[in-house]
């Protein structure tokens, strides 16, 4: 059966036999929040967007229920590889500390499985019968224990072929230490690293030196040389999910929900250039040591990257525990002290490193998890005067082109800022790191989410991008249309769609 789950968003899922039963205040009188056990469809976004409802559900929610004590006597049975039932277990955790989760086995031992950043996920193939435990590894409280009961014989005759899933949240009880605050002690420190927006363009003759960014008009984009931007036939031909057609430099699939889309930097343009923290240049060190461990980068979905063509390359720091916490908690203060708001990490990309003529084209982020984002510069080893540019879709038909070196961050709101790199990398290698955040009570974009935070600015919706422009390509009639709509010589001032 359906349960509607109302916390702010409706949320389908369907509860599995064997679990335990769900308590919230709108099906009994338990004021607490209790762990979760739930069939989750294969959707990312139901799996994300729940977790964020019962996280913050768990942070205003008065009297949580006490810590389950530790059963001593928990153990696993014995299982038959050949005749026990199996179940994938997924284990999400919603604390806002690292979550050890262990198997309890035969002898009621604890056998670490993962460790967990909050917000992350762990997975493990189980029997029916055996048992779990996860502790908050710093103040070693149990947050939950269970054991995996046998399934409806009904519901595993409807999944023969498959092997059932359940997935369990771990949530905030009364032994967890109280969810934090924003830490202001390093203020000074990051405003230091802050780069003065203004900051010219220098040296003129050689932008693979540039720490900048640089703006332009739309006469300037209709300007550009088509051989160095957008999607080639030959990649096109490769890739039957690009759908921008040969020279698209701008995905317009996936932008109706921008006009939804609150601006949490208020008083800034929703981007900035900073330098590395100390702690981020010992990644950056840990980098240069483990870069030669790349490997080809699994395949992107969505038709945004010549991946196909043009070899792209990851190192995924996944398999690499402390560089990866270094860089969530890093940037979990750095974020919050930019928009001035608890936010939760949602997921950190690995090292991408790409090469000569890589490209991705304009794009907006996923609208419920990548809201305060960061692109950390590993390396780059680029042609003389190519420098490779992040580029923003400005509001007024403007274009931003970001530029940055070694050891520098930029900071964006990639939910409803178009960004990509559309022009073909001129150069052997360029990697960078995505790592993204949302506040606590994002859950995404609904008719009234625009009000939230610091808005939606009245001009949001011009950038060339936008109804009557939408120049999403390179071709010549995207280009004509440019000229047409835009004087040459028209001002800054006067760049009013």
């Not at 939950?144 to 014989?153: G, L, S």
């Not at 780069?195 to 640089?214: E, H, M, Y």
């Not at 509001?395 to 073909?424: C, D, F, K, S």
């Amino acid at each position: 059966r359906h349960i509607r789950f109302k916390v702010r968003i409706a949320c389908r899922c369907r509860w599995m036999m064997g679990t335990r039963p769900i308590q919230t205040p709108w099906t009994s009188g338990h004021q607490g929040a209790v762990h979760l056990a739930m069939w989750a469809s294969n959707s990312k976004h139901l799996k994300l967007s729940l977790l964020f409802a019962v996280l913050l559900y768990s942070t205003i929610v008065k009297g949580s229920p006490a810590c389950p004590s530790v059963n001593r006597s928990l153990q696993s049975p014995g299982a038959h590889v050949e005749t026990t039932p199996r179940v994938q277990i997924f284990v999400v955790n919603a604390v806002w500390h690292p979550v050890g989760f262990f198997w309890v086995d035969e002898q009621g031992g604890e056998r670490l499985i993962s460790t967990m950043l909050k917000g992350e996920t762990a997975s493990t193939l189980a029997f029916e019968g055996h048992c779990f435990r996860a502790r908050i590894l710093s103040a070693h409280v149990v947050v939950d224990e269970f054991c995996v009961k046998q399934q409806n014989k009904q519901l595993r005759q409807q999944q023969q072929r498959r092997i059932p899933e359940q997935t369990r949240t771990i949530i905030a009880c009364a032994g967890v230490p109280p969810m934090p605050n924003i830490d202001h002690s390093r203020d000074t420190e990051f405003e230091a690293l802050l780069q003065d927006p203004n900051t010219p363009c220098l040296p003129a003759d050689d932008s693979s030196k540039w720490s900048c960014v640089r703006y332009l008009r739309p006469w300037d984009v209709a300007q550009r040389d088509p051989q160095l931007y957008g999607f080639t036939s030959e990649e096109v031909e490769n890739d039957r999910e690009i759908d921008t057609g040969v020279c698209g430099t701008v995905n317009t699939n996936y932008a109706q929900h921008v006009p939804q889309m609150p601006q949490l930097t208020a008083s800034g343009p929703g981007y900035a250039i900073m330098n590395f923290t100390p702690k981020l240049m010992e990644v950056l060190e840990w980098f240069e040591q483990h870069s030669s461990e790349a490997k080809v980068h699994p395949h992107v979905p969505g038709g945004y990257t010549n991946m196909k063509t043009v070899d792209l390359h990851l190192l995924n720091v996944n398999l690499h525990r402390e560089p990866k916490q270094k860089i969530a908690d890093e940037m979990e203060r750095i974020l919050q002290w930019w928009t001035g708001m608890l936010l939760q990490h949602t997921s950190t990309f690995g090292i991408r490193s790409y090469h000569r003529g890589s490209m991705l084209i304009d794009h907006v982020d996923r609208a419920d998890t990548h809201i305060a984002s960061a692109v950390l510069q590993f390396h780059q080893e680029v042609d003389h005067n190519s420098g490779w540019p992040l580029e923003l879709m400005l509001a007024n038909g403007t274009v931003g082109e970001v530029y940055v070196q070694r050891g520098q961050i930029i900071l964006y709101e990639g939910g409803w800022l178009r960004h990509g790199r559309p022009m073909r990398l001129r150069g052997e290698s360029f990697s960078n790191l995505f790592v993204h955040f949302a506040p606590l009570d994002w859950f995404g974009p609904c008719p009234n989410s625009g009000h939230k935070y610091g808005g939606v600015p009245e001009n949001r919706m011009t950038s060339i991008a936008d109804y009557p422009v939408e120049y999403s390509s390179c071709r010549p009639d995207h280009v004509e249309k440019l000229k047409s709509l835009f004087d040459q010589d028209s001002s800054d001032d006067e760049l009013e769609l």
